[in-house]
Nanobody, 125 residues
Framework: QVQLVESGGGLVQAGGSLRLSCAASGRTFSSYGMGWFRQAPGKERDFVAAISRSVGTTYYADSVKGRFTISRDNAKNTVYLQMNSLKPEDTATYYC??????????????????WGQGTQVTVSS
């Protein structure tokens, strides 16, 4: 069982930056692939970024590539999402999630077993 708690969301102007954090409970954090997803009102929950269990291989949605960076600190049981050059279309609730699936499946939300409660990110124009 893994419990995830996101933090770091807020209101920021276009072009600004935010860093989201996701703290995980349990002693097996390093055995999980981690992902960030986002959901805007009336839309589906979309993949944003993922990082593998050990080597830390990363994968990004095209819409955030070059602007967002996912990282993890296994000693702190925490995964981060650094978001730069934010745009109004990045406005959404951001969720972190954990999975024991292989890296090739990390961009698919149906393979994630554990989810946080979400943190709101609002980017004003």
């Amino acid at each position: 069982q893994v419990q995830l708690v996101e933090s770091g969301g807020g209101l920021v102007q276009a072009g600004g930056s935010l860093r989201l954090s996701c703290a995980a409970s349990g002693r097996t954090f390093s055995s999980y692939g981690m992902g960030w997803f986002r959901q805007a009102p009336g839309k589906e929950r979309d993949f944003v970024a993922a990082i593998s269990r050990s080597v830390g291989t990363t994968y990004y949605a095209d819409s955030v590539k070059g602007r967002f960076t996912i990282s993890r600190d296994n000693a702190k049981n925490t995964v981060y999402l650094q978001m730069n050059s934010l745009k109004p279309e990045d406005t959404a609730t951001y969720y972190c999630a954990a999975t024991s699936s292989s890296f090739s499946l990390l961009m698919h939300r149906e393979y994630y077993s554990y989810w946080g409660q979400g943190t709101q990110v609002t980017v004003s124009s």
